[in-house]
């Protein structure tokens, strides 16, 4: 088993009602090439479908993590 052996860098997302700037927001963080990489995207209760599309990428990336401010809607949703 070889380790990583480069730091771990978190990328943590703010967001609030901010579903049209999401997907591109976690679509530029997948598309870094860096190799040890986890993000960490806290929602403040968004009601404009972001929830959704956390949900859509946490089935697609296992270890993204995702946390709302409702505490029954946290999810592991992001770990290169």
């Not at 901010?18 to 997948?30: D, F, G, N």
């Amino acid at each position: 088993m070889s380790q990583n052996h480069d730091p771990l860098v978190f990328v943590i997302v703010p967001c609030l009602n901010r579903a049209h700037y999401l997907r591109e927001t976690i679509e530029s963080i997948l598309q870094q090439d860096y190799p040890n990489i986890e993000c960490i995207v806290i929602d403040g209760g968004s009601t404009d479908g972001t929830i959704e599309i956390l949900k859509w990428y946490g089935i697609i990336y296992q270890g993204m993590f995702f946390k709302s401010k409702h505490p029954e809607k946290v999810f592991r949703v992001l770990s290169q």
